[in-house]
Protein backbone atom coordinates (compact mmCIF):
# COMPACT_ATOMS: atom_id res chain seq x y z
CA UNK A 1 0.00 0.00 0.00
CA UNK A 2 1.43 3.59 -1.20
CA UNK A 3 1.99 6.05 1.65
CA UNK A 4 0.67 9.13 0.32
CA UNK A 5 1.32 11.22 3.03
CA UNK A 6 5.25 11.47 2.69
CA UNK A 7 7.75 11.14 -0.12
CA UNK A 8 7.40 7.34 -0.97
CA UNK A 9 7.22 4.92 -4.62
CA UNK A 10 4.67 2.66 -5.93
CA UNK A 11 4.58 0.42 -8.93
CA UNK A 12 2.02 -0.20 -11.56
CA UNK A 13 1.85 -3.16 -13.79
CA UNK A 14 -0.21 -3.37 -16.50
CA UNK A 15 -0.31 -5.11 -20.23
CA UNK A 16 -2.05 -1.80 -21.99
CA UNK A 17 -0.59 2.03 -21.85
CA UNK A 18 -4.26 3.40 -21.41
CA UNK A 19 -4.34 1.31 -17.92
CA UNK A 20 -1.22 2.25 -16.38
CA UNK A 21 -2.20 6.21 -17.10
CA UNK A 22 -5.72 5.45 -15.11
CA UNK A 23 -3.36 3.69 -12.40
CA UNK A 24 -1.21 6.82 -12.76
CA UNK A 25 -4.30 9.31 -12.30
CA UNK A 26 -5.64 6.83 -9.40
CA UNK A 27 -2.45 7.69 -7.53
CA UNK A 28 -2.05 11.05 -8.18
CA UNK A 29 -5.50 12.03 -6.88
CA UNK A 30 -4.77 9.74 -3.48
CA UNK A 31 -1.57 11.85 -3.26
CA UNK A 32 -3.06 15.54 -4.03
CA UNK A 33 -5.23 17.89 -1.72
CA UNK A 34 -6.41 18.89 -5.21
CA UNK A 35 -9.08 17.72 -7.78
CA UNK A 36 -7.08 15.95 -10.13
CA UNK A 37 -8.75 15.57 -13.38
CA UNK A 38 -9.20 12.17 -15.89
CA UNK A 39 -8.56 14.45 -19.01
CA UNK A 40 -5.47 15.34 -17.37
CA UNK A 41 -3.60 11.64 -16.71
CA UNK A 42 -2.01 11.44 -20.43
CA UNK A 43 -0.38 15.12 -19.88
CA UNK A 44 0.56 13.99 -16.32
CA UNK A 45 2.01 10.11 -17.51
CA UNK A 46 3.87 11.91 -20.84
CA UNK A 47 5.42 14.76 -17.56
CA UNK A 48 5.76 12.47 -15.08
CA UNK A 49 8.06 10.11 -17.53
CA UNK A 50 9.66 13.58 -18.72
CA UNK A 51 10.56 14.84 -15.11
CA UNK A 52 11.29 11.04 -13.74
CA UNK A 53 8.62 11.10 -11.86
CA UNK A 54 7.28 7.45 -13.95
CA UNK A 55 9.84 5.47 -14.87
CA UNK A 56 9.74 1.88 -16.52
CA UNK A 57 11.43 -0.47 -14.86
CA UNK A 58 13.12 -4.03 -16.64
CA UNK A 59 10.32 -6.63 -16.56
CA UNK A 60 10.21 -9.89 -18.86
CA UNK A 61 6.94 -11.91 -20.33
CA UNK A 62 5.26 -8.97 -21.87
CA UNK A 63 4.23 -6.81 -18.88
CA UNK A 64 5.06 -3.58 -18.47
CA UNK A 65 5.96 -2.44 -15.03
CA UNK A 66 6.44 1.38 -13.79
CA UNK A 67 8.05 2.59 -10.84
CA UNK A 68 6.05 5.98 -9.63
CA UNK A 69 7.33 8.63 -7.57
CA UNK A 70 4.92 9.57 -5.41
CA UNK A 71 6.45 13.38 -4.47
CA UNK A 72 3.61 15.73 -3.56
CA UNK A 73 5.61 19.02 -4.53
CA UNK A 74 6.35 17.73 -7.93
CA UNK A 75 3.32 16.72 -9.09
CA UNK A 76 1.54 20.02 -7.71
CA UNK A 77 4.06 21.95 -10.15
CA UNK A 78 3.30 19.88 -13.20
CA UNK A 79 -0.19 20.90 -12.77
CA UNK A 80 0.55 24.19 -11.96
CA UNK A 81 2.71 24.83 -14.87
CA UNK A 82 -0.06 23.23 -16.93
CA UNK A 83 -2.40 25.11 -15.70
CA UNK A 84 -0.69 27.84 -16.38
CA UNK A 85 0.25 26.92 -19.73
CA UNK A 86 -3.38 26.21 -21.04
CA UNK A 87 -2.46 22.82 -21.25
CA UNK A 88 -4.57 21.60 -18.55
CA UNK A 89 -8.35 23.18 -17.84
CA UNK A 90 -10.08 23.43 -14.48
CA UNK A 91 -13.57 23.25 -16.72
Keep these: QPLY ?9 HGEEQQAIQRLG ?12 SEWYPYLWQRGSIDSLVTRCDSRGGI ?13 LIIQQGLRNNILHLQ
Design 5 to 13: GELSKTYII
Design 26 to 37: YHIHQLLPIPVR
Design 64 to 76: SLYAINLDQQAWT
